[in-house]
């Protein structure tokens, strides 16, 4: 698989009406926390699974890929671990291995970040386009 084929499988991945559900549900909770929290839900924890489960098989999709410019480029990696690592942490209580390769795609991107002297830091929807605006 390409890299132009993967994005768009990442996108699809992204736009499934489940995960943007699920995400929704993130941001109107206030992020992961709530949804794995004291005061969550059988949903809400499902929620938070789908998301990062859904990254997780993002990063074993990109792991296949030799060269990843673009794909890092287009996909908010740091941001979604980032905002999902609370919900993460809170599963590797029960399965320790929890989110291991989404981990380590985003311990990799960083180390792109690094190499190619770029910021991880989000800044406009012009700049980084629509998969950057939308996030999730």
């Given at each position: ?8 499988g990442?996108?699809?991945m ?30 809400g924890?499902?929620?938070a ?8 098989s993002?990063a ?5 890929v ?18 999902l ?5 809170h ?9 291991a ?26 700049c ?9």
């Amino acid at each position: 698989m390409d890299q132009n084929e993967l994005l768009l499988g990442i996108e699809r991945m992204r736009s499934d009406s489940n995960y943007y559900a699920a995400e929704v549900m993130r941001r109107d909770l206030g992020g992961a926390e709530g949804l794995v929290g004291p005061e969550s839900t059988s949903e809400g924890r499902a929620a938070a699974q789908l998301l990062i489960v859904t990254w997780e098989s993002i990063a074993v999709l990109i792991r296949g890929v030799r060269t990843k410019d673009k794909i890092y480029e287009a996909t908010p990696i740091c941001h979604m671990y980032k905002a999902l690592e609370p919900a993460i942490k809170h599963f590797r209580k029960e399965v320790p291995e929890f989110a291991a390769e989404f981990e380590k795609l985003n311990a990799d991107y960083h180390a792109w970040l690094k190499k190619k002297k770029k910021s991880g830091d989000y800044v406009s929807a012009a700049c980084g386009g629509l998969l950057h605006a939308r996030f999730g």
